[in-house]
């Protein structure tokens, strides 16, 4: 999540556990304590690809996290006496671990186990998400102004991690539910895919569905109703995906996305884009890997110091179109050009009914 979020965060959990003892202090210092696991951000890992997919790493990592709660809680400990170890060690444990566990409700995907397993990615919030952010942010504020309001914090806390929740059942039982019903008899339902929701809701979510040489992008909403799921469709090439797996950045990318990723050839060099994060026609993490060497009978690639593509331009409609979309106040969103649409008919790549194939 944002850093005004895991600040927010981290604030709440620290006047709840020790407002009553150190009241705007408790709240202050729960604050920077819960963005200290973000400062791995100022670490240059070296390239473009090893910052970003090593961001949320050994920093996020609860088998580093827990160690680091309990040395903490030992020396606060040692220092304000009057407040017991098991006080402490609750102040620091709540905000540290928090902090990664809701990373992991993102799609970005946190490191929670590093360096032993994979990112997780419970792909339930967007990284920017308002309504989960305001009961905390103002329930800090409240305890900024009258201190220690600690029914502020617990009722605060309870509405985000209410959110959360909700965030689940909204994948899981439903939308994830219409896909799987849509992909049921055809060549699709056992395609990778991925449910996600679209920015700063969870009302209208995102599936992609890898298949064969090509994707799949759908969007659905919890207002749509019963409105036809839209269907878009983006040619995946076979021979650049087997290319980029040759290369140190592409299997490092393929791991980290989880094999989300869309390659393309661009004035002879291999780009690589996260299709998770961000929106087709405006995907914020395209990675230069390689230069193409030799003519197109033997093409072959030479690795180089990645390098990350500015990010894409969203036209200025975009955003009043999400939020139409989002409200079920228009049936399609077509994904390429970020603008509505009365029908899927005029979207570009827009393919049949599943099943109908």
């Not at 407002?19 to 070296?46: C, E, K, N, Q, W």
């Not at 989960?132 to 914090?153: M, N």
């Not at 884009?273 to 993490?285: Q, S, Y």
Request: overall charge neutral; hydrophobic content about 50%; charged content about 15%.
């Amino acid at each position: 999540m944002d850093s005004i979020t895991q600040a927010a965060l981290g604030g709440a959990l620290g006047g709840a556990v020790l407002g009553h003892r150190f009241g705007r202090a408790a709240v202050v210092a729960g604050a920077l304590l819960g963005t200290l696991p973000d400062m791995d951000v100022l670490i240059d890992y070296g390239d473009a690809v090893a910052n970003f997919s090593q961001h949320r790493g050994f920093s996020h990592s609860l088998l580093v996290l827990v160690p680091l709660a309990v040395v903490l809680a030992a020396l606060l400990s040692r220092w304000q006496r009057s407040v017991s170890f098991r006080r402490w060690l609750t102040f620091t444990g709540a905000i540290l671990i928090t902090h990664p566990l809701l990373d992991a409700f993102t799609t970005y995907g946190t490191q929670l186990l590093w360096p032993l397993g994979p990112p997780v990615a419970w792909h339930t919030i967007f990284i920017i998400d308002p309504l989960y952010t305001l009961p905390l942010l103002v329930a800090v504020i409240i305890v900024l102004v009258r201190p220690p309001a600690i029914r502020a914090l617990t009722v605060g806390l309870a509405l985000s991690s209410l959110y959360l929740a909700w965030s689940l059942a909204a994948q899981q039982c439903g939308e994830r539910h219409r896909l799987h019903q849509a992909l049921a008899g055809t060549g699709y339902q056992t395609a990778p895919r991925m449910v996600q929701p679209m920015p700063f809701s969870t009302l209208l979510w995102r599936a992609t569905v890898l298949h064969r040489e090509e994707r799949l992008e759908i969007v659905t909403g919890l207002l749509d109703g019963d409105v036809p799921l839209h269907i878009e469709g983006f040619p995946r090439d076979a021979n650049l995906v087997a290319s980029a797996k040759q290369l140190d950045d592409g299997r490092r990318l393929e791991w980290f996305t989880g094999g989300f990723l869309d390659y393309r050839l661009e004035d002879g060099r291999l780009v690589a884009t996260d299709i998770r994060l961000g929106v087709p026609g405006a995907h914020p993490f395209q990675f230069v890997i390689a230069e193409a060497q030799g003519g197109p009978d033997n093409l072959a690639w030479q690795a180089v110091r990645s390098t990350r593509l500015a990010r894409p331009m969203v036209n200025e409609d975009a955003w009043p179109a999400l939020f139409r979309r989002t409200l079920g106040l228009s049936p399609v969103l077509c994904l390429r050009e970020l603008k509505l649409a009365s029908s899927g008919a005029a979207c570009e790549g827009t393919l049949p009914p599943l099943g109908s194939q």
